[in-house]
């Protein structure tokens, strides 16, 4: 009974006609498909894979340039850096040759307003010895005429 079922007409297995139709059916919905669905999304896949791979490759390519800038970059600022530090040291000779110099001038000024004075204290000096011996002298000749108007 269960062989009738399967293998008799009306049956789960039925060798007609409708075998080679459903073959057909399968082969027609299987290019219609291809045609309609597979391929077209099949296009897309690949079309996503290339994009994938392609941003893939950029993404990797932009990474490796910022590295390459980052690289350059650094050795850019490390020789402003170099570049500043030679800069400050070339400022901090340069303000202690200024000091230098001028210490070295106003010292020169303050030997120079030191040997005026001196030279003027001296030329005093000379001025109220000489002053003083006249004053001396008028004084002993007067001195020495009360003393002989005395007499």
């Given amino acids: 009974m269960t062989s009738l079922l399967l ?12 075998l080679p139709l459903m073959a057909l059916q399968v082969v027609l919905l299987t290019f219609i498909l291809n045609a309609l669905f597979f391929r077209p999304v099949g296009r897309v896949v690949e079309e996503r894979e290339v994009y994938v791979t392609t941003s893939r490759a950029e993404a990797k390519q ?5 590295e390459k800038l980052e690289l350059e970059l650094k050795e850019q600022l490390k020789s402003a850096r170099i570049a500043a ?3 400050i040291q070339e400022a901090e000779k340069d303000s202690e040759q200024l000091y230098r110099e001028a210490l070295a001038i106003a ?9 005026k004075a001196r030279r003027e204290i001296d030329a005093q000096r000379d001025s109220a010895l000489t002053q003083l011996k006249g004053d001396a002298e ?7 005429n009360r003393l002989l108007a005395a007499k």
């Fill in 7 to 18: 293998f008799g007409a009306g049956g789960l297995f039925d060798f007609d006609a409708t």
């Fill in 85 to 87: 530090q030679q800069l």
């Fill in 138 to 144: 008028k004084l002993g000749d007067l001195i020495v």
């Fill in 62 to 66: 932009k990474l490796a340039e910022a």
């Fill in 107 to 115: 010292n020169a000024d303050a030997n120079a307003a030191r040997e």
